[in-house]
């Protein structure tokens, strides 16, 4: 008993402190000659919790749990004087202080502030992103245990229809860097695998005026460059080459072409994803209530709702600074008015409940129930009665129907009614409708005139015609070609030629006689050719093992194994764009701390690892 009495004094004075402190800022407040408008004074309980974070931080410091557990105290009797959601600022001071124990070396330490509060606020993102850092930070075994974190936060961000968004395109960002990779790195391979005959495609009539090769390489690169020069994306010079090289390619090599042009239709396809990410929230009357925020203009716009809704509010206000007897008079005078019913005698059966009149508490909290049926609040707070009413079997009744019925509303009431002594009634704020949104809409600044707004209109749809006037220009050219005689270039000198005696297609004449029939040219013309191909040979083996080190894949194109080469290649240009274009963290609106870094990125960087070292082995010597 002793205890007992000694515990409830603690209390009181605990809650005294508290009541004191906030007549204390009342004071300061007052001091100033233009006081804040009532929405600042509507964030003091709030304040009041962030506080509490200066004595929890020691608390964890000093390892004490009755030193910690006292701090916790404090915080759980300040919470159900002012309310449930306004804990929500102190936990994101918490978990910005778990962090900074994180980067300090103290993760162990960071992970035992982010379970202690997360009693207060469950499956909240910011927390389930700071145990992800944090349980990364132990190694590589965290990053297997933090995976169900990750899965959560996940669904979470997917559920939210304001954050999957910008969640898709900080993930989908690789496919536009995949895209880009294969169509330079496949461009630039075919060149150099083709780069005698494409260089012939200009050279051969600028040779007929004799002009200086090395002219004639410098006109050569400019050509090829131009798009560049003008300032275009250097994409457009890679689908330039491949529309030059299309008589020359392989039937594989051609359908990879295709494919690769019309795969960067994925950038403007993302462009139209981008400005989804952006979409500024929607106004809620409900988010207005439930966390409040110092808005400019809202004072405004709150003026223009009908009057029952601007006493509902104010009804709202009155139940969160426990005004019980003046919430009473106010929602009795709205229970035959107002449209939205069950929150108003749900609201009223609350005032009741907290000054004594349980059976008017519960006539109000039936009433409420036949009108919503479906509202976890309204089952929960029947159950309070029935308990206080010593009529157990209705209240685990009741209570199983709201976890049946409203799951997500039964577990968040559950972590804010943590201490079973303390049973509480729970508001409902006013619900949204059109028109109330109409109203908070008017409030909102109108977004300024973009000016450009035409212009990227029309790069967009440039982008969408882009690959897809390449494809056909590829195409076309393609079909005019097979009427024509080109010349190809042969794979033991590199020179290109337009017939050839030899069986091979893509060996020269001057090569099938030196090499297989071995007559035909003069020893001196036998010298020089030998030269050339062991010139060409030796070329080709040095680009063969710079593609082997730099580009895997590329170097089974440069071969002649498209299949197999492109395969290759796409695994690597699909990890590079993992590592390098996934979003590293984003911060969502209304959130203070980002989220952490995608797990995709060492997935991407693994794959990586494997693919260079599996190219890489091919530079080893093999026998025979």
């Known amino acids: 008993m002793l205890s007992a009495v000694i515990n409830a004094s603690n209390k009181s004075v605990r809650v005294l402190l508290g009541v004191l402190l906030l007549v204390m800022a009342g004071g300061l407040c007052a001091a100033v000659p233009e006081p804040a408008p009532r929405v600042h004074q509507d964030l003091l309980p709030a304040v009041a919790l962030s506080h509490c974070a200066e004595r929890l931080k020691p608390a964890f410091r000093s390892g004490d749990p009755a030193a910690i557990q006292a701090a916790v105290q404090d915080v759980e009797l300040l919470r159900r004087t002012y309310g449930t959601l306004d804990v929500l600022p102190l936990v994101e001071a918490m978990a910005i202080y778990a962090r900074d124990l994180g980067a300090q070396g103290e993760p162990a330490l960071g992970l035992k502030v982010v379970d202690t509060v997360e009693r207060w606020a469950p499956r909240y993102p ?23 974190d990750v899965l959560e936060l996940t669904r979470l961000r997917l559920a939210n229809p304001y954050h999957r968004w910008l969640w898709a395109v900080q993930h989908l960002a690789w496919v536009r860097l995949m895209a880009t990779l294969l169509l330079w790195g496949f461009a630039l391979t075919l060149a150099i695998r083709y780069r005698r005959v494409f260089r012939n495609i200009w050279e051969e009539p600028l040779r007929r005026g004799a002009m200086n090769p090395h002219v004639m390489a410098l006109l050569g690169a400019f050509l090829i460059t131009l798009p560049v020069i003008f300032g275009l994306d250097p994409g457009i010079v890679a689908m330039v080459w491949l529309w030059l090289l299309a008589p020359f390619l392989l039937p ?37 209530q439930l966390r409040p925020q110092a808005q400019t203009g809202m004072e405004h716009a709150l003026s223009l709702l009908p009057q029952d809704d601007r006493t509902f509010l104010e009804g709202w206000r009155q139940l969160q600074f426990q005004e019980w007897s003046r919430a009473l008079a106010t929602f009795g005078s709205l229970r035959k008015t107002h449209p939205d019913r069950a929150e108003v005698l749900n609201n009223l059966g609350v005032a009741k409940y907290q000054l004594g009149d349980l059976t008017g ?76 949104v109409a109203v908070l809409a008017s409030a909102q600044e109108a ?41 190809s270039q042969c794979t033991r000198c590199g020179d290109p030629f337009h017939t050839t005696d030899s069986p091979d297609a893509f060996v020269c004449s001057k090569c099938h006689h030196l090499f297989v029939l071995k007559d035909g040219l003069h020893g001196e013309s036998r010298k020089r050719k030998v030269e050339e191909v062991g010139s060409f040979q030796s070329a080709q083996r040095w ?13 089974l194109v440069l071969i002649g194994e498209t299949r197999e080469g492109l395969l290759e290649y796409s695994f690597l240009c699909f990890a590079l764009g993992v590592v390098l274009a996934t979003g590293r963290s984003v911060r969502y609106s209304g959130e203070v701390l980002p989220d952490p870094a995608s797990i995709w990125m060492p997935l991407g960087l693994m794959l990586l690892a494997v693919l260079f070292l599996r190219s890489w082995l091919k530079l080893l010597p093999r026998r025979g």
């Open 543 to 555: 680009l063969h093992r710079s593609l082997i080190l730099l580009l895997p894949g590329a170097d």
């Open 361 to 436: 508490a519960q006539a109000c909290f039936d009433e409420a129930a036949l009108l919503g049926p479906d509202r976890g609040e309204i089952l929960l707070n029947q159950s309070v009665v029935a308990f206080r009413q010593m009529d157990g079997p209705l209240g685990f009744a009741k209570q199983e129907d709201a976890r049946r019925i409203a799951p997500d509303t039964f577990n968040r009431i559950l972590a804010a009614n943590q201490a079973r002594n303390d049973q509480r009634t729970f508001a409902l704020p006013l619900p949204d409708n059109p028109a109330r």
């Open 126 to 148: 910011t927390l389930l992103g700071t145990r992800v850092i944090l349980m990364r930070q132990q190694g590589p075994q965290g990053y297997l245990w933090s995976i169900a």
């Open 252 to 288: 594989l090599e051609i359908r990879a072409t295709l494919l690769i042009l019309l795969l960067q239709l994925v950038h403007p396809a993302l462009s139209l994803l981008e400005p989804m990410a952006a979409v500024r929230p929607s106004p809620s009357i409900v988010t207005l």
């Open 447 to 487: 977004p300024a005139d973009r000016g450009p707004g035409r212009a990227r209109d029309l790069l967009l749809i440039f982008n969408f015609c882009l690959p897809i006037a390449a494809a056909v220009a590829f195409y076309f050219r393609l079909k005019k070609s097979i009427s024509e005689a080109h010349p």
